[in-house]
């Protein structure tokens, strides 16, 4: 008991605590207001910029308010396409005499007061093809209409599938955003798939810790074994383990894990086995830190004391042993989870996650953005809230850790 | 025998054996699984190959290198003593290349990179958690933090936000590759230029997440170590602070290096993880593209290379160790 | 008027915890000491006297703090001087240290010769190497200490021979003053007879001039030093010639000490084995009045109300208690 308030005394420990506890909070209440499948394909297209959507449908149908409000030209730049906008550039510097320079930096804006500038729709241009003259048109008519500000007729079509105006959008038309039903934030946009991230990143997340639990049960469990019996048993037993434990020290853990992983097969990999795989594959800390502590305790005067009252010795592991070795179990074990949760992350990025549909992993968050260039093409919302989520967890996880070892190792305190 | 040749001897023996078991796991794991094995690979492998000639072709040579009728020891030293001829297999995703030419390349991009890279990961951050101990005040507020989330970004996300930051915002370096994808490998001064612009960000990204864990441990040793009984016994004598300084760093350098040499294939695993994120043309990459391209013969030899270079890196560290902490020696007289 | 080589007033210094507590730990202590004497300071563990042993350095570092008195090595006050100047001049020079656990004083990665050359550049910069050697090994060879020795590194020694190391390195420079903290505690009892051999060699070698040996063993002290100081929670509670101190004490305290231990060496009055009763008071908030007063059998109520005085004896024994000698006899 008074352990524990020691431990909640170290800011290290609390913070991280804190941290961990609201991560936890976040997998357990977001699906209880967000109710919808994780995994629903929300978009028809890959990456959707974070925001909110609201149906275009709807806003034509609103009921139109007038504001008196100045009308941001910006728009304008925003409605072009990039491949537009290097078009424009690609005149300019061919056929409007404007510097490379000039034009490579500019924004849309000050592009299009160029364009407007140079522009004369009348003029045919030496060299160029008649394609592209028209489509030199095309663009400029469209800017026109951008940039002017005509009202945009709705029409509807009539049974004679004749077109009849039934109303005007004016400029200074606004709706308010509270009268449209139909409309979707995505606070993190959409993946590849067109899956909402924030939805999927806490369903993910959940995966991810339970992996992590998992894998850390595991590996606790054999290295918690395996330490107790070299460390009380000695002898040869004692070698045997050692050396076992050396041998698995040093083969990287990483290529076992690749090995077994592939071995299995695509189609056996499910969450838990590859929980399973991480955790068969990373206990030999545990069965270090274990076995040196239970070395060091085997022959104290408590121990010696039970084994001359004739305890049994499962009895003496349990009572007299355990309890001592507590603290450092437990680091171990949370340091575990971390390793566990960066573990599945990086195989799944070889692509030997999980092999599920299912369920997402911060792993296969990571590897669906890389296999569709979400790294590439800017995408950036795809991959670094699951890159902070795994920082965030094994940050608060090793706080915790460290916040331990400074109260059960007081001479590491600074 | 001297203490030295003791330890260097012990050394080398153990690590012969733990070699030896690797390749053993490596032979065995694969074959482990339940089911035929040569079916099981051989029809994921012809999974996407059209032509009925070259899939019996790879079923075939799938059966005699498995050797399924022998007993099981036959089969291992075949294959280990094809293996130890450089003999590695065909491989299926690249048929018919050989897998020692495909990875000849890659290991050399993976030790170009990985190399310095975690070299001087490690002995910035050794230097910089050197200087946290010391200073503390203030520094060690602002540095600590810091580091301490820094380290807990896996390398592969540090690369991730490299390139993001200097790549597509800035456009300061190449996004992905190992040279320019319109040059031929050359000793031009172009191809050369090329190499190093994009050797930055992959390098950078290790360095940085290596360095970030390397501190925070090479600071509490510090910490740990500014606190022992000879720094107490050394000041009460007049000996001056920096030479005390010089006791505790050498000190507390010690537990890194063996630090180096424990956690050296977690290191290597993160770096072989963020040449993906690169397309760097190193083993990570390369095991990537056997692991998409069911190339069994291609993954195996690609983490047989893995085990032998974190082996051989973390018997060099060991052996450098003896000859630098006195406290081996002595361990070995008696 | 008579000169002394070590002369202390009124020494007080605290620690500062972690929780920024202050433990007063030395708590207003004197002591005078002449040429060619030693003195020993004996009390439990807790009662303050290693803090006493860092404090009489002059040189205070975290968490141990100065607060107020004198230390006055041969006529120069060292507690009025700089940090620097006093690790400069004074540390290891004028006065040095032997501290409770030599098994890890020494750095275990240093040969023994490289860490005796600190310790003399940093007092005289220009020492050639040669020098050093030469000086080294002499000193080694009086003192009984294999040459081969300064080759090695501290984790080639034995624990009795890693004591004798430090004992040979703290003095290399001749001080002034030694202060040992339980230098021979740890040690087996060949080892143990082997290190105050090499103390009393020192003395009467005159490489050293006064010597403070600090032990909870208090009869250990009569074989050894001239005089003994009893400490209790942060004040010298009796001082006197060891033989008084050991045949002879008046304090209360000194009584269950001696009474307290279990193998009285030979010549030690065969005193009953009895514990003292209860455990050292906290030295953050010491008692009011004498603070031995909870744990003592003959505590009268104005003892924990009334500040106790040093009380000086005409045969130049001190104590601090409200009984009178003859009282103190009779109980």
């Given amino acids: ?414 | 025998m001297n203490g030295y040749g003791k330890y260097f001897g012990k050394k080398i023996g153990w690590y012969l054996v733990t070699f030896l078991f690797a390749v053993v796991l490596n032979f065995a794991l694969p074959r482990m699984m339940p089911g035929d094995p040569v079916a099981g690979i051989a029809a994921q492998t012809t999974q996407g190959v059209t032509n009925t000639a070259a899939a019996e072709k790879i079923y075939k040579e799938y059966a005699e290198k498995f050797g399924v009728d022998k007993p099981v020891y036959v089969q291992f030293l075949k294959w280990a003593g094809n293996a130890l001829r450089g003999d590695l297999g065909v491989s299926f995703s690249q048929y018919p290349r050989p897998v020692a030419d495909i990875l000849k390349s890659s290991m050399g991009w993976t030790l170009c990179l990985q190399l310095p890279a975690i070299l001087i990961g490690w002995l910035l951050g050794n230097m910089l958690g050197a200087i946290a101990a010391y200073v503390k005040k203030g520094f060690d507020k602002i540095i600590l933090p810091v580091f301490l989330f820094i380290s807990n970004i896996p390398a592969f996300g540090m690369a991730v936000i490299l390139l993001f930051i200097f790549s597509l915002r800035l456009g300061w370096f190449p996004s992905s590759g190992g040279y320019g994808y319109d040059l031929i490998p050359n000793f031009s001064w172009t191809f050369i230029r090329s190499v190093v612009a994009h050797y930055q960000l992959p390098f950078w990204s290790i360095v940085l997440t290596t360095i970030g864990a390397q501190a925070i441990g090479m600071r509490s040793m510090a910490i740990y170590e500014l606190n022992a009984d000879y720094v107490k016994y050394s000041r009460f004598l007049g000996i001056h602070d920096r030479k005390i300084v010089r006791y505790v760093f050498r000190n507390a350098m010690l537990p890194q290096i063996t630090g180096l040499a424990m956690s050296l294939g977690t290191m290597m695993g993160g770096a072989l993880v963020s040449e993906i994120v690169f397309s760097y043309p190193g083993i990570g990459t390369t095991m990537m593209a056997a692991i998409k391209g069911q190339d069994y013969p291609l993954l195996s030899a690609c983490t047989l290379i893995i085990t032998l270079m974190v082996l051989v890196a973390n018997l060099v560290v060991e052996i450098l160790y003896g000859l630098i902490d006195p406290r081996i020696k002595a361990s070995q007289m008696d | 008027m008579e000169t002394y080589m070590l002369e202390v007033q009124d020494l007080r210094t605290k620690y500062v915890t972690r929780f920024r507590e202050n433990v007063y730990a030395v708590d207003g202590v004197s002591l005078k000491i002449k040429e060619g004497k030693s003195i020993g300071i004996a009390g439990e563990s807790g009662c303050g006297k290693s803090t006493l042993a860092l404090s009489l350095m002059g040189y205070y570092f975290p968490p141990l703090h100065y607060i107020s008195g004198d230390i006055i090595i041969d006529g120069k006050n060292i507690s009025k001087l700089k940090p620097d100047t006093i690790r400069k001049r004074i540390l290891g020079k004028e006065i040095a240290y032997i501290p409770q656990a030599a098994m890890n004083a020494l750095n275990p990665t240093q040969k023994i010769i490289r860490f005796i050359e600190d310790v003399i550049h940093a007092h005289h910069p220009d020492a050639t190497k040669k020098d050093i050697y030469d000086i080294a090994c002499e000193r080694f060879e009086i003192l009984g200490l294999p040459r081969s020795v300064l080759e090695k590194h501290a984790v080639e020694l034995s624990g009795g021979m890693k004591q004798r190391t430090v004992i040979a390195i703290s003095t290399i420079l001749s001080p002034k003053v030694l202060i040992a903290d339980e230098p021979s505690s740890a040690l087996d009892v060949t080892s143990q007879k082997m290190v105050i051999k090499m103390l009393r060699e020192l003395m009467e070698k005159e490489y050293i001039k006064v010597m403070i040996f600090i032990t909870h063993e208090l009869p250990l002290l009569y074989n050894v030093t001239d005089d003994i100081l009893v400490m209790y929670a942060g004040q010298i509670v009796e001082s006197g010639t060891a033989k008084q101190m050991v045949f002879d004490p008046l304090h209360p305290y000194s009584k269950g000490l001696m009474g307290s231990i279990i193998v009285p060496e030979e010549g030690v009055r065969d005193h009953q084995l009895t514990a003292i009763p209860g455990t050292p008071p906290s030295l953050k908030n010491p008692p009011k009045g004498c603070r031995f007063a909870p744990r003592c059998p003959y505590a009268a109520p104005v003892c924990s109300s009334m500040e106790v005085p040093d009380i000086e004896l005409p045969n130049g024994r001190h104590y601090r208690c409200l009984m009178s000698e003859r009282k103190i006899r009779e109980v």
């Fill in chain 1, 1 to 414: 008991m008074n352990t524990i308030r020691q431990v909640f005394r170290s800011a290290k420990f609390v913070t991280g605590f804190v941290i961990f506890i609201a991560i936890i909070l976040l997998t357990i209440l977001f699906p209880l207001f967000i109710t919808y499948d994780p995994l629903d394909v929300v978009g028809n297209g890959n990456f959707y910029p974070p925001g909110t959507y609201i149906s275009q449908k709807d806003t034509i149908k609103a009921n139109p308010y007038e504001l008196r409000i100045a009308l941001k030209q910006s728009n304008v730049g925003d409605s072009l396409k990039t491949d537009e906008l290097d078009k424009i550039k690609e005149w300019l510097t061919q056929y409007g005499g404007m510097g490379k320079s000039e034009v490579q930096d500019a924004d849309a804006e000050s592009l299009i007061v160029m364009w407007t500038d140079k522009y004369n729709p009348s003029k045919r241009f030496r060299g160029m093809l008649a394609s592209e003259q028209k489509y030199y048109k095309r663009l400029n008519q469209k800017l026109t209409e951008l940039l002017t500000d005509k009202d945009i007729i709705i029409a509807e079509q009539d049974e004679n599938n004749e077109l009849k105006e039934k109303s005007k959008v004016k400029s200074s038309d606004f709706v308010n955003l509270k009268e449209i039903s139909n409309k979707r934030t995505l606070v993190l946009g959409t993946d590849n798939f067109g899956r909402d991230v924030l939805r999927e990143l806490v369903s993910a997340t959940t995966t991810s810790l339970r992996i992590g639990l998992i894998a850390g049960v595991v590996a606790t469990a054999i290295g918690l074994t395996l330490g107790l019996l070299a460390g009380y048993l000695g002898g040869f037993i004692d070698d045997l383990i050692l050396f076992i434990t050396n041998l698995f020290t040093v083969i990287p853990s990483f290529v076992l894990l690749i090995l077994i992983s592939y071995s299995v097969g695509q189609k056996q990999r499910g969450v838990g086995l590859v929980a399973l795989i991480i955790g068969i594959t990373s206990w030999t800390w545990t069965t270090r830190a274990v076995r040196s502590q239970v070395i060091s305790l085997r022959n104290r005067d408590h121990v010696n004391l039970s084994k001359l009252s004739g305890h049994s010795s499962f009895k003496i592991i349990m009572t007299d042993i355990l309890p001592y070795i507590a603290s450092y179990v437990v680091m171990a074990f949370i340091l575990q989870v971390s390793s566990g949760i960066l573990s599945e992350a990086q195989l799944s990025m070889l692509g030997l996650g999980p092999a599920t549909t299912s369920t997402a992993t911060l792993g296969l968050m990571m590897n669906w953005a890389m296999l569709y260039s979400a790294h590439l093409n800017g995408s950036w919302w795809a991959y670094f809230p699951v890159l902070f989520m795994i920082a965030m967890i094994s940050f608060s996880l090793n706080l915790m850790n460290t916040g331990l070892d400074q109260v059960f190792n007081p001479q590491l305190r600074d």
